[in-house]
């Protein structure tokens, strides 16, 4: 199983971005994704960007994902 979080690329250079997630920065390949650009939210696997999504639709996700983290941490 995978989870795909969306990422936000804040940096290009050549075929590799710089994406963040909620602070964490990380460097993936753009090298799938025709006409990536800073700003842009992705899906990452495998240290690939492998497809691009809405900003809307990646809000909700990191948000939806945020209650699941704080509804785990109440269980414990």
């Known amino acids: 199983m995978c989870l795909a ?6 940096k290009i250079e ?10 964490i920065r990380r460097e993936v390949s753009l090298l799938l994704l025709e006409n990536a650009a800073v700003g842009d939210y992705v899906i990452v696997h495998a240290g ?10 990646a809000r909700e996700s990191i948000d939806l994902l945020r209650e699941a983290v704080r509804i785990a941490d109440e269980g414990t």
Do not use: T
Not at 14 to 23: F, H, P
């Open 14 to 23: 050549d075929d590799m971005g710089i994406i963040d997630v909620e602070g």
């Open 48 to 57: 690939f960007a492998i497809q691009k999504i809405d900003a809307a639709i």
């Open 5 to 10: 979080i969306p990422s936000r690329i804040v």
